[in-house]
């Protein structure tokens, strides 16, 4: 049997690529899951062992790798140049190669629908240390909720200062007040890259949160992504606010297909709404 191992390197680990995002990362887990399921003979796992997600998640050992630190490192990375991994897991699949260690985001960002079978897989990397599910699980105190997810890249203002209300984007605001709140009667969780805005906003719309700084992970900040993720997988409903660049999120949005859970997205620049609904349906209103 050989083994395909995705790796997620350490903080320094990744050369001048620098470290992707975590759902950037989960896209790639659920592709290459995809991609090898008419592949009995080669076998998926995932490696975590060099950054501290892997004090996190804890997943079945059966898919779990800890693997070689050096192979680990060296690992080539496949974040833009998909076609160079599909001729490179050709190679290797019809090698006598046994073990392969690479990193890679390949999948597209505007799929609405997954296998079962890829969904299945996925969901095993958001099984959290109990404690930290437990903690976000208090920290939310409802039931049912949604969550808004914003990503802005930290353009809009200068983080560590103090800010006011009437700095919030008007187009976020727009959204929120037209969409969001008009949409859904549910608590609504809300999250961001950007910390201060979120502050800002649960601060004008009595939105929950939790109170950390959320920037991705990539850079050694992990604890507040993993709460961020266990908030998304157990939410009735996503929102999610690209106000930067003009993908859905492997974060927010595979989040969302992995657990059915039904969504409504909005990308820069032109904010068209579009809801995804449990079945991978979708509905652009213009």
């Given at each position: 049997m050989k083994r395909l191992i995705q790796v997620y390197k350490g903080v320094d680990q990744w050369g001048t690529i620098g470290p992707p995002?975590?759902?950037?990362?989960?896209?790639?887990?659920?592709?290459?899951?995809?991609?090898?399921?008419?592949?009995?003979?080669?076998?998926?796992?995932?490696?975590?062992?060099q950054s501290e997600f892997g004090k996190y998640i804890s997943s079945n050992s059966d898919i779990l790798s800890v693997g070689?630190?050096?192979?680990?490192?060296?690992?080539p990375t496949y974040f833009v140049d998909h076609p160079a991994l599909r001729e490179r897991l050709k190679s290797f699949i019809d090698s006598d190669e046994k073990e392969l260690y690479l990193s890679t985001n390949i999948g597209d960002w505007n799929r609405t629908l997954l296998p079962n079978s890829v969904k299945e897989f996925a969901r095993q990397f958001y099984k959290f240390d109990p404690t930290v599910e437990q903690e976000v699980t208090s920290a939310i105190g409802a039931e049912e909720y949604a969550v808004l997810s914003i990503r802005c890249g930290d353009h809009f203002f200068q983080p560590g200062q103090d800010h006011h209300l009437s700095e919030i984007p008007p187009k976020i605001s727009d959204i929120i007040e037209n969409f969001v709140l008009q949409q859904c009667s549910l608590p609504i969780l809300v999250t961001s890259d950007h910390y201060e805005l979120k502050i800002l906003l649960a601060k004008k719309y009595g939105f929950l949160l939790l109170n950390?700084?959320?920037e991705h992970g990539a850079?050694?900040?992990?604890l507040p992504v993993i709460k961020d993720l266990c908030a998304l997988k157990n939410s009735s409903k996503n929102f999610y606010i690209n106000a930067w660049t003009t993908w859905w999120s492997g974060f927010s949005h595979y989040t969302s297909i992995i657990f059915d859970i039904p969504s409504l997205n909005f990308r820069h620049p032109e904010y068209i709404p579009e809801y995804i609904s449990r079945d991978g349906t979708l509905t652009t209103t213009i």
């Open positions: 995002g975590f759902g950037d990362f989960i896209r790639g887990i659920c592709h290459l899951y995809e991609m090898l399921e008419n592949h009995p003979d080669v076998k998926l796992y995932v490696d975590f062992s070689n630190q050096q192979k680990i490192i060296d690992a950390h700084k959320s850079y050694g900040n992990v």
